[in-house]
């Protein structure tokens, strides 16, 4: 349950900020999150497809 934490958290943030009528913050924020999840994923296969 600890990894899903982090998801939860922005989850709840970006409904926080549709609820306030900041639609346009909760967007930036779910766009920021996606980023920063695609950058994770691809970040380490490209370390592991360079041989040393």
Same mark, same amino acid.
């Given at each position: 349950?600890?990894?899903?934490?982090? *998801?939860?958290?922005?989850?709840?943030?970006?409904?926080?900020?549709?609820?306030?009528?900041?639609?346009?913050?909760?967007?930036?924020?779910?766009?920021?999150?996606?980023? *920063?999840?695609?950058?994770? *994923?691809?970040?380490?296969?490209?370390?592991?497809?360079?041989?040393?």
């Amino acid at each position: 349950m600890r990894a899903f934490g982090p *998801w939860l958290a922005v989850l709840a943030v970006v409904l926080l900020l549709s609820a306030l009528r900041l639609r346009t913050l909760a967007t930036v924020v779910s766009l920021a999150w996606l980023a *920063w999840c695609v950058w994770t *994923w691809i970040r380490p296969a490209r370390r592991r497809s360079h041989p040393d």
